[in-house]
């Protein structure tokens, strides 16, 4: 597991080794390091999920970093990407020489974790805090939201079911 020093220092291992390369970077963080990271939602994560240019070069660069701190060669991966629908509004996060590091703001990671729907992972408990985070109150306004950043054509029907059990169930712990 990744803590939130151990992204850090390993980001600015990646700048490190950028800056050797003579290469200027942008990552933007999703997942479960953007929850580390950006909103302190959780202490952990396994990887770093992000979309990254220029790809090829810090892909070769992270492959590089993943040896020297012993880690799989995936720690940083954009397996991500395909839930990038529209260029996300960004918050940035770390700024160093030769890498920018951005997260994507908390009303496109909820409709992003709301898209990927895979609900048996910690994406639960980060789909719950952004609804909090963001105060949303109802189901509709999450559904609201997605949409804004995805045709309603690719929400899976676990997505709706999901979100809207996890509103009754807030209304029946408030009751």
Request: hydrophobic share 40%; proline share 5%; net charge negative.
């Amino acid at each position: 597991m990744l803590n939130v020093q151990t992204i850090r220092r390993l980001l600015q291992a990646l700048n490190e080794e950028l800056a050797r390369r003579d290469i200027q970077g942008e990552i933007g963080v999703c997942g479960g390091a953007a929850m580390c990271l950006a909103f302190k939602a959780r202490e952990a994560t396994k990887d770093v999920e992000a979309i990254f240019k220029p790809s090829k070069e810090i892909r070769n660069a992270a492959a590089k970093i993943a040896k020297s701190f012993a880690l799989d060669e995936d720690w940083l991966n954009d397996a991500v990407k395909a839930y990038f629908h529209v260029d996300p509004p960004r918050e940035p996060l770390l700024e160093f020489s030769h890498l920018r590091v951005w997260t994507p703001r908390a009303d496109y990671m909820l409709a992003m974790k709301g898209l990927s729907a895979r609900f048996d992972t910690h994406d639960r408990e980060d789909v719950e805090f952004l609804i909090e985070y963001l105060e949303i109150q109802s189901a509709d306004q999450v559904f609201a939201l997605i949409n804004r950043y995805y045709p309603h054509s690719i929400v899976p029907p676990k997505t709706q079911f999901f979100i809207e059990e996890l509103f009754e169930k807030r209304s029946r712990t408030k009751s």
